[in-house]
């Protein structure tokens, strides 16, 4: 990053560098997100460039790999607005006010601990299904919900990562929440050990 | 976002929240998110061609540019006049003679540079003989710059290092191999 500042040759020595140390890491993760080789590619292609573009803005406080995948995911999220991939959660759903009052009926209830293998890969195997639908119809919320719980962001760090103010904030997080009912509609009702909805 | 929202996004996020069925809802949500735990992601040997490739786009985007200018006092610039007025006749005599042959320096950032009349026939012209001597070598183009990457197996053959010595190359002790070259200013 000093190389980045002072600018001059060392500049491409450290770019090459940035490469070599994190592109296997965040390519892992744009490949996760995107879901295509060549697209995880070019994210994190156009991640290291904006890393250098905006390398004033890092002070050293921070470990620079989380610093880097906030760009990344701001990245993601562009393209995920720019493609217009998001499914309005009311057009083709007409049961979702009652999927998202049957997930509130059925957390009333302890989470069953899968007792054998064969349930434990079934709520798997039914979890990945429903992730991944969510995932294709609403990959902004999808992921901020993912990243949420990888990395315990607070309501902060989200309206940065989203580059919105505080109360549409509130609004996308509220989003995410009734949209994870009507994907996984189905996956809570197994995990909370009730037929599904 | 009511209160419900809030302690859902705090339980989600593994933060202290009250007992209710909007944390079981969040922490159900948690745990199957977080299972199983990511790979661990091992660091990859490095990718040339990869790396050339971000290179170009950083010099396209013009982020590759030169360093700051010097510090100048009042007094330095005189001087530095005076001196490249004493040597620039000699300068110029040496330049002239050597103008038909590149110059290679090596930096401090282990990168052979080459100043050449032709740059582009020359970096065709190593190429070549690096892929006829057995390396895989990429070449790219960004600027008016031309470059060579590859990465030398070690110990170097016979044949790799004729091609170095022929154009005045240093080794590279790693193996990889770093080449810039640009016309004469």
Redesign the interface.
């Known amino acids: 990053m000093r190389a980045c500042r002072?600018?001059?040759?060392?500049?491409?020595?450290a770019?090459?560098r940035l490469?070599?140390?994190f592109?296997?890491?965040l390519y892992?993760r744009a490949l996760r997100l995107l879901r295509s080789a060549d697209a995880a590619?070019d994210l994190v292609?156009d991640t290291?460039?904006k890393v250098?573009?905006r390398c004033s803005t890092y002070h050293g406080d921070s470990e620079l790999l989380p610093w880097i995948e906030a760009i990344l995911r701001r990245g993601a999220l562009d393209l995920f607005r720019r493609q217009g991939r998001e499914v309005p959660l009311d057009e083709g759903q007409g049961m979702n006010a009652e999927l998202i009052a049957r997930?509130?009926e059925l957390?009333?209830s302890?989470?069953a601990t899968p007792d054998d293998d064969l349930r434990r890969a079934q709520?798997?195997d039914c979890?990945q299904r429903c992730?991944a639908e969510f995932e294709r119809a609403a990959p902004s919320h999808a992921a901020v919900?993912?990243w949420?719980?990888?990395d315990?962001?607070?309501?902060e760090e989200i309206a940065t990562l989203l580059e919105r103010s505080p109360g549409a904030t509130?609004?996308f997080?509220?989003q995410c929440?009734k949209r994870?009912?009507v994907h996984?509609a189905e996956?809570?009702a197994l995990?909370?050990g009730k037929d599904a909805p | 976002?009511?209160e419900s929202?809030?302690e859902?996004?705090d339980a989600?996020?593994?933060?202290e929240a009250p007992e209710s069925?909007?944390r079981?809802?969040a922490?159900?949500?948690?745990a199957?998110?977080?299972?199983p735990a990511?790979a661990a992601?091992?660091?990859?040997p490095?990718?040339l061609a990869?790396?050339a490739?971000?290179?170009a786009?950083?010099v396209e985007?013009k982020?590759?540019?030169?360093?700051?200018p010097l510090r100048r006092s009042r007094w330095l610039l005189p001087i530095a006049a005076g001196v490249l007025l004493t040597f620039s006749a000699g300068i110029l005599l040496q330049y002239q003679q050597q103008s038909t042959q590149p110059e290679v320096v090596r930096?401090d950032?282990?990168?052979v540079r080459i100043a050449a009349d032709d740059p582009a026939a020359l970096k065709h012209r190593i190429l070549r003989e690096l892929r006829a001597a057995g390396v895989e070598a990429t070449g790219y183009e960004a600027l008016g710059a031309y470059g060579i990457d590859a990465e030398l197996p070690l110990p170097l053959s016979d044949a790799v290092k004729r091609v170095l010595e022929s154009h005045h190359i240093p080794e590279p002790a790693d193996g990889v191999l770093r080449v810039e070259i640009r016309g004469r200013e």
């Not at chain 1, 002072?6 to 020595?13: C, N, R």
């Not at chain 2, 922490?27 to 948690?30: C, T």
């Not at chain 2, 992601?41 to 990859?44: H, K, L, M, V």
């Open positions: 002072e600018g001059g040759a060392a500049i491409e020595q770019l090459r490469d070599r140390d592109f296997a890491v892992s590619r292609q290291f460039i250098w573009q997930v509130a957390s009333q302890e989470i709520l798997a979890f992730w919900i993912s949420i719980a990888a315990g962001l607070s309501h509130r609004e997080i509220s929440r994870a009912r996984l996956w809570y995990a909370f | 976002m009511n929202d809030i859902w996004l989600l996020a593994g933060r069925a909007t079981r809802e922490q159900a949500l948690r199957a998110l977080r299972s990511p992601i091992t660091a990859e490095p990718n990869r790396e490739q971000l290179i786009r950083a985007e982020l590759i540019a030169p360093g700051p930096g950032d282990a990168v």
